[in-house]
């Protein structure tokens, strides 16, 4: 029964019976249309040209639109020429001999293809995406079936017409082409890890910022990047560190305009005779993306992964609840007789100036105005906290949607199944309990205040690469054994129970249910881990009851996975599964209308096409409908008053 207050709130928008009759009909209208098309994505790891790419292309939709409209009408040439100008309408009308013929020829194609994408939107939710000053024109391309075939056709001819001779034409195809793009993906969901190896990690959030419905399931290096931002000067380090050493400096620099001069002066006053052999970059002699001297580089590595040692030694000291003492690893290195050892194992870089070993997580004075300097330019870059505020309200740490259960990496399990209980910030938590607890406490350390805001600060340290971590769930993270050590034995991470048991489809059901999912019908998608399909792995788990779409849209993984990454799509027909080959540029793709070549793998479509009703948002609008029948009701009666 919806309360009469609700009801009274319910009457500032809509007055009288009429309105309410209106809106009625509308929302019934809407439930019958076709579900919207929801694309899912992972591990984008910085790769914008690729992501851009594949939001224009919708993962090979506005090809397949192509295909399906014009068949055998068009010669491929002249179908890559019509994408390559849907997805890059400005580039390519700067670069194309326009006649009065092409502006006809092309025009009259983008409206058809317009036309195929909007058809199961309502008129008024895409006229919401249209812009003002064009539009009447596009409602009128868009919607001529009225009238009698000849006239319709006079009529259209005539709005053509008179678009290209009042030299409207670009502009008008450029819009067109927009809201193509628009409503070829009604819904994106990106599930994880935008950050990391790619340098293009902040145009990709620009680029969703204009996207129109769109959510984000944070990933390890989300959490990292925004521990950062929000000022956990220990994950500042170790952005810095993880950047420098994949030389992926224009992210920080380029992107969010921090400034890297006062730790590259640091560093060589420091370091200035140290050759650094352990300490250069990734492929350094082939690195293109080398913007300083790899020698210049491999210094300021150095000097940052000293400190970021320093700050997580003091960090998990302060929580000794989270049983990480053996990541504070500086007490546990020894200085006999001028050699360093770890553990009794020789250290493979004996200069370390800056360690204490009275004292050993102490930062030197130096080190500590460094930070201060960082710590301030991470807080004050408009971007990075403008960026910041989009991961927080577009994200959470999982997301149920339609039937599928979306979340990043991992839900930690036991060896035998059960859910781990493990303690977030003072709750022993488990299973769906934990997701929600460490949710909350990653909003406190953004929102909150005192010292919960302190340590749910500290906490995303833990998210980053702490045991029972969800976004992690290995038992520890050897950064520093890996930089010190020889013995690649002590360079193992155990991943948690979960990696191994979540092909098990009794696992994968357990887990849906738990979340409050139907375990015969939902479905769970994952990134994180990169399927190796040039090993014979498969992104369907479980019988088809897991998905795991980490297919390497990061270059530098695409060797292990053989591929160039994977789109979910989930339309009224069902759900499609879209393996993409490498992206070869934007040039290209503008120049020759190449595009990336997709390949589907899985095509689950259902015979009956599902509607609006049957989905998340349909049951939003029965809730709205029964409350608008209760308000007519109220009206018609006379228990409240039309205006």
Known sequence: MTDERYLRLLSEKFPNSQSVVTELINLRAILSLPKGTEHFVSDLHGESSAFIHMIKNASGVVRRKVDEVYGDTLTEEEKRALCALIYYPDERLEMEHKTHDWYKRRLSQIVEIARAVTIKYSRSKVEKLLPQDYAYVIRELLHESSLEQHDRQTYYNAIIEAIIETGCADQLIIVICYLIHSLTIDTLHIVGDIFDRGSGASKILDVLSTVRDYDIQWGNHDIEW???????????????????????????????????????????????????????????????????????????????????????????????????????????????????????????????????PADPYALSQEEADLMAQLWRSFRKSEKMQRHLRMLYEHGSLYLVRNGFLLYHAAIPLNADGSFTEAEVCGQRVSGKALMDRTDEI???????????????????????????????????????????????????????AYFALADDEQVCAQILKEFGLDPATGRIVNGHVPVRTIKGETPMRANGKRFVIDGGFSKPYQEKTGIAGYTLI???????????????????????????????????????????????????????????????????????RER
């Open 226 to 356: 925004m521990g950062a931002m929000a000022g956990n000067q220990a994950l500042i380090a170790t952005v810095l560190r993880v950047s420098i050493r994949y030389a992926n400096i224009e992210t920080l620099e380029e992107g969010y305009g921090i400034n890297l001069l006062p730790l590259a002066n640091f560093a060589m006053t420091v370091y200035g005779d140290d050759p650094c052999t352990i300490w250069q970059t990734k492929d350094f002699e082939n690195n293109p993306r080398l913007t300083r001297s790899a020698q210049l580089m491999a210094k300021m590595h150095k000097a940052i992964s000293i400190i970021q040692f320093k700050l997580e030694g003091q960090t998990v000291r302060r929580h000794p609840e989270w049983h990480m003492d053996d990541r504070a690893v500086l007490d546990k290195c020894t200085l006999n007789n001028g050699q360093w050892t770890f553990n009794g194992q020789v250290l493979l870089d004996q200069n370390l100036p800056t360690v204490n």
């Open 442 to 496: 990653i909003r406190q350390a953004y929102y909150g205040t005192g010292q919960d805001k302190q340590n749910a600060l500290d906490y995303m340290l833990y998210l980053w690469e702490g045991e029972f971590s969800p976004l992690y769930n290995k038992n520890k993270m050897t950064t520093f054994e890996r930089y010190f050590l020889s013995d690649k034995a002590t360079h193992e991470e155990k991943k948690g």
């Open 570 to 640: 989930y339309n009224s027909h069902g759900i499609q599964l879209v393996e993409h080959e490498s992206f070869e540029s934007r040039e290209q793709a503008i120049l020759s209308g190449s595009d990336i070549h997709n390949r589907t793998l899985l095509q689950d479509f259902t015979g009956q096409r599902m509607r609006i009703k049957d989905t998340d948002k349909g049951k939003e609008l029965l809730d709205q409908i029964q409350s608008l029948e209760q308000l007519l009701h109220a009206y018609r009666n006379g228990s409240l």
